[in-house]
C-alpha cells in the first residue's frame, strides 16, 4: 500500500494553472467536511443509485432509495432530470445529517432536448469547433434542467463496426479521437466548471473498452501494452488534459484484469501519472460484475478490489454500501482511501457551488427559456450537414433544379424516432424531428415530393413493394430511405451481419429495375456492408443518425444547398470476415504488392485486402487538386521543425469544403509502425477556381510514438509525408529525415 501515501500528496501539491488542479480554498472546505462525516456518510457519497429511468440491468429493485438518501448514503443520482424531479430529490438528500447536496447524472451523449448528429456522424465533420459547440448547447440545456454531469464523451477508440457502441465515439483513429476529446470535454464543461451553462464531463469507459472482442459488447479486452498506449490512451489523456471533471471506468477486461478492479489503470495512470483531481466512476453494475468475471468472490471481494484499484464512486453495484464499512473495520482496507475518494468527489459538489445553492441548477425559468432557444436547431443543422459524407455520385446529385417530382421511399423515409439515433435523453420529442419527406417538402421548391415505405427496416413482409414501386414510377428520381432503426446500434447492440437488415437491398433492386435515377440515403449507428447497394445506386449518402435536423440537412445535400463536406472517421469493409480493417495497418513481412498475385502474401483469396470506404474518405460535388508540394528542409533534429507546404485547388464547378490531410510514416523503427498514420489536417471552404497554399508543421513530437518501455520517443530515420483527401488517396509525397 506504498502508493497511498504519494497519491494524497500527488492531491496536496497539485498547482494551480494546470488543468487538474486544486483550489486551496475549495479544498480546505472539502476537508472541514470530510472531517465531519461518519465512516457510513463517507460511503454513502461513494454510492450512485438510478432512478425511475434504466440504462442497465436491475437485479433487485431498491426499495429503500428515498430512505437511503436522507440518511447520506447516497453521493449521486443517475436517471434523474427536469427540474421538478431533480428539485425533490434534492430536497430528500437536504434532510441528511450533513445536507450534502446529490449530483444528477444522466447519458446526455449527443443532446438534451435538441438532439445532435451521434458522435461517430459528427465526428465525420472533422469541424472541432463544431463538436464543442454541439456539446455546450447539450449541456446548457441539461443544466437547466438539473443536470451536474453527464457521461460522455465516449472518447474509445473503435475498429470494429459489430460492435454497437461505434455510434458513441469519435471512430478508429487515436489523433481525431484525441482532438474530438478535447473539444467535446471543454464543450460540456463550459469555460468554467459552476457555471449554470456547464456539466462535468467524464471520459468513458477506461480503458480500452472500443477493443471488445469480436465486436462483442461486454467481452474481454486482450492487447499489448504499446497498443494501449499508442492508440487507446490518447483520447483519454487529452481528456485530462482538456480539464475532464471525470472519468468512468468499464466492463472490459484488460489482460485478464477488469477494469473496474485495475489499479495499473486508475491508480497508476490516471490519479498517478496523469495526475487526475477528479473521481471515478464504475459503469453500471461494474464493481458486482467482477464477480462473474472470476475475479472476486463476493460483492465485499469486489469492492475491496474496486476502492484498492481507484474506483471511487459505485454505479448501482451496491457493493461499496454493503461491504465497505466491515471492510475499513476489519482493516482490509485503510481509510485512506476512502477518504481520498469521498474527498474527490466533495470537491468536484463545491466546484460546482451546490453547497452554497444546492437548487442553482433548479430555476424552472431557466429550464423553460433554454429549451427554446432557436439557436440550438440551427446549430443541429449545420452540425447535420456537415456529418453527411458522399460515398459514390455518378453525376446525379445535386439533384437538377429542373426535378419535377421526386420519390422519397423505404422504411426510414417518414421515420422520425429512428432520425434521433440511440442514446438520447428520453423521452425523445419526435415533433421535433424533421424526417427526410417533411425535409424535401420544405426545401424542393416548386418540386412534388412523393413517399411510400415499401418495407420495414428489418422483417420480411414484400406486401408494400407494389405500392413503392407505383409511387417510383411516377418520379424523376427516387431517393432511398434505408438503414438501421434507432435500436440497431448502442449499447448491447452487437451484429455479426452489419448488411443492409430485412428486405432493404431486395426493395432497392426492385426499384433499381424501374430504371430511374436512384439516389441511397442509408441511415445508421455504424458503418455498413453496401457492397449491392453501392453498386447498384447511382449516389450515396451516408447519413447515420442526424438528430432534429436530419430531414432538413439531407435535403439540403440532395438539393445542392449545401455542399457535403464529411469524410469517414471509420473505415467501412467490403465484408464481415475483413473486420478489424483499418488504414493504419502494418506492413508484414509479405505485403501485397499487385493485387492479381497474392499467393504467399499477407491477403485474402476471396476478397482484397482494400476496404469498401477508406478512412478519411469523402466526396464532394466539386473536385480538389493537391500540387506544389514543398518542404522546407529536408532534415531537421531536436526542437526544430519543418514545414511542408503545398497547393490546394477547388477544380470544379461548385464552392467546397475539403478536409486536407496528413498522414506519416516511420520507415524503420524499434517497434513496426504503421504504414501511414494521421498526424494532422486541415478542412477549408474554396470558391471554384480557387487556390490556396496549405502548410503543416512537422516538429518530433508529430513523429513520436511509444517504445517498447512505453516512453514517448522519436527515433532518428526516414519519415515519409503523405498528403492527400483521404487515408487511400495522398498524391503528395516526400520523405523527411529527423537526425
Ligand atoms: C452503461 C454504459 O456502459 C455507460 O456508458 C453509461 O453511462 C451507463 N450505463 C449509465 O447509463
Redesign the pocket.
Known sequence: MKWIGSLLCGMAVATAGYAQSYDPVLLKKTNALLAKMTLEEKIGQLNQYSGKDV??PVNAQNKTQKEDIRNGLVGSM??VKGVKDTREIQELALQSRLKIPLLFSL?VIHGYKTVFPIPLAETASWDTELMEQSAHIAAKEAAASGIHWT?AP?VDIAKDPRWGRVMEGAGEDTYLGVLAAKARVKGFQGAKLGGTDAVMACA??FAAYGAAIAGRDYNAVDMSLHQLWQDYLPPFKAAVDAGAATF?NS?NTLNGIPATGNKYLQRDILKGQWKFSGFVVS??GSIGEMVNHGFANNDTIAALKAITAGSDMD?ESKAYLAGLASLVKNGKVNIALVDDAVRRILYKKFELGLFDDPFRFCNEAREQQVMNDASHVAIALKAAERSIVLLKNNQVLPLSSGTKTIAVIGPLAQSRRDMAGSWTVNPVDTNLIVTLYQGLKNNAAGATVLTANGCVVNGGDKNGFEEALSVAAKADVVVMAIGETWDMSG?AKSRSDIRMPGLQQQLLAAVKATGKPLVAVVMAGRPLVMDTVVAQADAVVYAWWLGNEAGNAIANVLLGKYNPSGKLPMTFPRNVGQIPVTYKQQNTGRPVTNENNVVYRSAYIDVTNRPAFAFGYGLSYTTFSYSGLQVSKPAFSGNDSVVVSFTLTNTGKYAGEEVAQLYIRDKVSDIVRPVKELTGFKKLMLQPGAQQTIRFTINKEKLAYYNSDLKKITEAGDFEVMIGGSSDNTPLKTTIRFQ
Open positions: 440504462t442497465g443517475l436517471n447519458d457521461f465516449m468513458k469507459h468512468m466492463f459503469d453500471w454505479m449499447e
